[in-house]
């Protein structure tokens, strides 16, 4: 997808707002200097590109509902939101708007190149378990520290993406075998993880 795509489409959007001082992208846009469109749009990118998707560059007047991707997780199709920003120090969602089974992907946006990287993620359930607080703009949300986040290569091994695929293959590679003999205090023989059985393993 040419960049000048997802550049156009953030100036769409930008001047379809109707900016008033109080309006939230209007404040975002006065603070940073940067089209929050725009970030936001570069964080569904990164993730698109990470995981196969399509950027959606259609027009939408009512805002996308939380929705700017999906993944395939057990037969299941589960909503991803990328949340974008130049200083992100906590994932962060809006307490009226967060869901309990959706995925939300935390991006850097880096203005020096225009681009975003993924960061981590968290279940919407896991973000509702923090206590609101806001971040400015007068907005409460739920959070979670940006440090730690669930890394984006365990979201390729849930989706089972080709990547995700080829660590789990790595990973069962790399197992130790387990220890086929005898316990050494008892003697039962068996299959075991260590030297003991379970009766004299200890934990």
């Known amino acids: 997808m040419p960049d000048d795509d997802i550049a156009r489409e953030a100036a769409r959007r930008d001047a379809s707002h109707r900016y008033h001082p109080k309006n939230i992208a209007t404040l975002k846009l ?7 469109n725009l970030k936001g749009l570069r964080g569904e990118q ?3 590109e990470a995981f196969g998707r399509k950027v959606d560059l259609s027009a939408k007047p009512g805002g996308d509902g939380g929705r700017d991707s999906d993944i395939e997780i057990d037969g299941k199709l589960f909503i991803v939101n990328c949340k974008t920003a130049m200083f992100p120090r906590d994932l962060i969602c809006p307490v009226d708007e967060c869901k309990p089974d959706t995925i939300y992907v935390c991006c850097h946006y880096v203005p020096e190149q225009d681009r975003a990287r993924m960061l981590g993620w968290r279940w919407g359930r896991e973000l509702m378990t923090s206590w ?3 971040h400015g703009f007068h907005i409460v949300n739920y959070w979670w520290p940006a440090r730690d986040l669930r890394s984006i290569d365990e979201l390729h091994r849930l989706g089972k993406t080709p990547r995700g695929l080829m660590l789990i ?17 008892c003697g039962q023989p068996g299959i075991y993880v260590g030297w003991y059985c379970e009766d004299h393993r200890v934990w």
Do not use: L, Q, S
């Not at 006065?30 to 929050?36: E, K, M, Q, S």
């Not at 790595?170 to 205090?185: A, D, T």
């Open 46 to 48: 990164a993730y698109c």
């Open 169 to 185: 293959e790595k990973e069962e590679r790399e197992r130790p075998p387990p220890f086929h003999g005898r316990c050494i205090v």
């Open 132 to 134: 609101p607080k806001t």
């Open 30 to 36: 006065r603070r940073d200097d940067i089209n929050p």
